[in-house]
């Protein structure tokens, strides 16, 4: 079963796109930008320079949203993650740290041990599976919105994702 585009983003989107109402935009920002800042430093950007990203970020789907608005936040996170790639081929970012060296931490891992345990098990998987995790089981994305970021078919999503979880 397909997990539709919510009803409150689409709305948003609709009013942004057809009236260019800029405070249906801003309702969007708000909520994705402090989950998008928390994703580019679990990535391995720096904080000051995640902020960078992020506008950069969201110029860059203003200008493309309104042509395909179906999964605003796959193309917001693939704009972003793409950004962090160049930053790092360019030398303008902090180079790729894993999500364990990070300073940005998941809420649920509510003691030392649990942290500790869950740097060392992220760091035992490729990059592509760390991205799904963080994005899927941290910042709270779709399988749906997962499939759009990393372009793969949303079963292939679904099934990678909480590999980690069934151990």
């Not at 003691?111 to 740097?119: P, T």
Request: charged share 25%.
């Amino acid at each position: 079963m397909t997990e539709p585009v919510p009803a409150a983003d689409r709305r948003l989107l609709e009013r942004y796109c057809r009236r260019g109402d800029e405070a249906s935009f801003n309702t969007f920002y708000q909520s994705q930008a402090p989950r998008l800042w928390r994703y580019l430093c679990a990535r391995g950007s720096n904080p000051d320079a995640a902020h960078d990203l992020i506008a950069d970020a969201f110029l860059r789907f203003l200008q493309v949203v309104c042509r395909d608005p179906r999964y605003p936040a796959a193309l917001l996170y693939r704009i972003a993650g793409n950004l962090l790639t160049d930053a790092w081929r360019s030398q303008k970012s902090s180079p790729l740290q894993s999500a364990a060296d990070t300073a940005v931490e998941p809420a649920a891992a509510d003691s030392g041990d649990d942290r500790e345990y869950l740097r060392a098990l992220m760091n035992t998987l490729p990059e592509y599976e760390q991205n799904l995790l963080l994005l899927r089981y941290w910042i709270g994305l779709t399988h749906k919105e997962l499939a759009g970021i990393v372009e793969k078919p949303e079963g292939t999503v679904r099934d990678n994702a909480p590999r980690l979880c069934r151990h």
